[in-house]
């Protein structure tokens, strides 16, 4: 009984851990995209601040300097994201992937040139780290409850506030907005950056809360995952986080079976697990699982009227 | 003039993030070139950089002239270089080479296309976003192959993933002691085909209307659904031949990760040369060029590594597709100012 309690405890550790970057980062995509500017670009996002966060960490020797070195990082991104989307109207798509291919380089060759580690930065140790706050097993560090913690705020500044309603409407039907005498550049902008603030606690996450340390492409899709995720919970943020959810149940479960037999099955292939998220998304979008509905203005830049 | 505006706006970035890690940005550009261009055999490591490159971007512009946006490059190269490998290993026990040749790369582009089919249909026939299937098709063929190559396809007694070699008759012609082979006149071949297919045959026609205005292309009797998946497929088996380069040319045998960038990179080939096939192939050597020249650089000086290269991509793309219009007020005032 006892082994079985801890089997599922762990398992839900292991889930909550896997999926806490995602969550954040699906909520700062859902912040983005309701406001009508598509964000392929978390990858690259929360890759940089995991860089820089470790880089920080590592030179100051505190996890807190780390964590405001993310967010900045990202926000950098998010800013430039922002004015290649917002300010000169150019293709969001576009913009995200050089963001993301742009990330991916530029981490790899600062991190050789200060560290010379090959791309890594050194081991964290102490105080460099975010620690687990209650369940030293479980490695709930203070991003694991701002994770849990951004999905309600999302919710109720999406669903409840002004500024959510009016973030909506720039995402459906700019026009409208533009007419009600609202800045539609600086709403987008906010939206923007609210995404870049989130994605850059989840890089943060990564490589001074889950890891001890940077090392080159260690978000391995987790942005696109995320991305997936939004898609899967339809844009809204409980079922976002439902799918973000299982999703890191998919990759706890893909951990423990690795090599083992099921009963009728066979081995299970890990790789198949691996890419049940990118399948799973691909069925939904399909309209196979019910209708997934992008914002109506999503990826459209805005153009004033002259 | 405004895409030569682009590329040197993202060379002074480069130059300063350069600066920045403590190098002299002139005596690293002045590396790379002779690190690209400096001896015959760098020339050939160019050239064989440039073929890959050509073939992405060659697919990413035949999409886009379709009004897609094709980001599945990578793993459509992936599949295509499966392709490419499972006939070879199938067939080169008993084909003789001007047999298997010609069926090993047309396998590569029916596997290049298939990938890209999929995604093609979901856009066409269910209305799902094609940037976003074909982003989740990257991962899913990364799966796939780690799958088979780990499971099936690995040589007996290997330690690392990989397939038997392929017999001579499944290797491709190259150039003594270079990675350069016949996949270069491959190459040459598709931006023509490319060329004459979009701008001199009726359903290049079709496509490109669609492209510009699918009403237009509706009331002219274009099929959309169709000619989604004709583009998309094209598009597939172009970039599925970065298989046939790398696996049948420069490799002998399936390996990972081969195709690692291209895909990505090709997105920036297209936007640098204007998603017209000579223009494609000029970036495509400029970008051969920065591979070549950038190993070279990372050789030489330790402090940069081969991934600057990567970092210039992605500026390239950053200033000549997103931030286009960037520089156009600063370049109208000039000629505003030049003009009486």
């Known amino acids: ?306 | 003039m405004l895409p030569l505006v682009n590329i040197a706006l993202a060379f002074i970035v480069v130059g300063i993030i350069v600066a920045i890690i403590g190098v002299d940005p002139f005596l690293a550009l002045r590396l790379l070139v002779t690190g690209a261009l400096g001896s015959w055999e760098s020339i050939g490591y160019t050239l064989y950089y440039a073929t890959n490159f050509t073939f992405t971007g060659l697919a990413v512009a035949v999409a886009f002239h379709a009004g897609l946006f094709n980001i599945g490059g990578e793993g459509q190269a992936y599949l295509g270089g499966l392709g490419c490998g499972l006939a070879i290993l199938a067939l080169d026990r008993w084909l003789p080479a001007w047999l298997l040749i010609p069926i090993a790369i047309a396998a590569a582009a029916l596997f290049g296309a298939a990938w890209a089919a999929v995604p093609a249909w979901l856009q066409a026939w269910r209305g799902s976003h094609i940037v976003i299937t074909t982003i989740m098709f990257n991962f899913v063929a990364s799966a796939l192959m780690v799958y088979l190559m780990v499971n099936v396809l690995i040589a007996p007694g290997s330690m690392t993933p990989q397939s038997r070699g392929f017999a001579p008759s499944g290797q491709l012609p190259a150039i003594a002691g270079l990675p350069l082979n016949l996949s270069l006149a491959l190459a040459l071949a598709c931006c023509a085909g490319v060329w004459v297919f979009l701008w001199h045959t009726p359903w290049g026609y079709a496509l490109r209307t669609m492209g510009h205005n699918p009403e237009a292309a509706v009331y002219g009797g274009t099929n959309l659904r169709r000619m989604t998946m004709l583009a998309m497929c094209l598009s597939g088996a172009l970039a599925g031949f970065v298989g046939v380069n790398e696996l049948m040319g420069v490799h002998h045998r399936i390996v990972l990760d081969f195709q690692a960038g291209y895909g990505f990179a090709g997105i920036a080939v297209a936007l640098m040369g204007r998603n017209h096939p000579l223009g494609v192939l000029l970036a495509a050597l400029l970008f051969g060029a920065l591979q070549q020249g950038g190993a070279e650089l990372a050789f030489e000086i330790p402090s940069i590594t081969r991934e600057m290269v990567v970092v210039i991509q992605g500026l390239i793309i950053l200033f000549s597709g997103a931030l286009a219009h960037l520089p156009r007020p600063w370049l109208q005032a000039l000629f505003a100012r030049r003009a009486p």
């Open chain 1, 1 to 306: 009984m006892d082994e079985a309690f801890s089997f599922v405890f762990l398992m839900l550790a292991s889930t909550l851990r896997v999926a806490t970057p995602l969550v954040l980062c699906a909520m700062g995509g859902l912040f983005s995209e309701k406001g009508g500017i598509v964000d392929v670009g978390l990858e690259g996002k929360m890759l940089m601040a995991a860089f820089f966060a470790a880089a920080t960490a590592s030179v100051t020797g505190s996890a807190w300097a780390g964590v405001a070195a993310a967010v900045i990082a990202a926000e950098a991104l998010a800013l430039l994201h922002g004015l290649a989307c917002i300010t000169y109207r150019g293709n969001q798509v576009v913009s995200g992937v050089a963001i993301n291919i742009l990330a991916a380089g530029l981490t790899v060759v600062l991190g050789t040139a200060w560290f010379a580690r090959g791309g890594q930065t050194p081991p964290l140790v102490g105080d460099q780290r975010l620690m687990p706050l209650f369940l030293p097993e479980a490695g709930d560090n203070v991003l694991v409850y701002a994770a849990l913690l951004s999905v309600p705020v999302t919710w109720w500044i999406v669903a409840r506030t002004r500024f959510g309603l009016r973030l909506r409407a720039v995402g459906e039907m700019p026009l409208a907005v533009d007419a009600a005498g609202l800045s539609v550049a600086w709403l987008r902008y906010r939206a923007v950056l609210l995404c870049g603030l989130l994605a850059g606690l989840a890089g943060a996450y990564l490589s001074i809360g889950q890891n001890a340390g940077f090392s080159r492409d260690m978000t391995a899709g987790q942005g696109f995952i995320a991305l997936a995720a939004i898609i899967f919970g339809k844009w809204r943020a409980w079922p976002a986080l439902g799918a973000c959810l299982i999703f890191g149940l998919l990759d706890a479960v893909a951990i423990r079976l690795q090599g083992v037999r099921l009963p009728g099955l066979g081995e299970v292939p890990v790789q198949l697990i691996q890419a049940m998220p990118y399948l799973l998304t691909m069925f939904l979008l399909a309209g196979f699982i019910g209708r997934a509905v992008a914002p109506k203005a999503a990826g459209v830049p805005y153009e004033k009227e002259r």
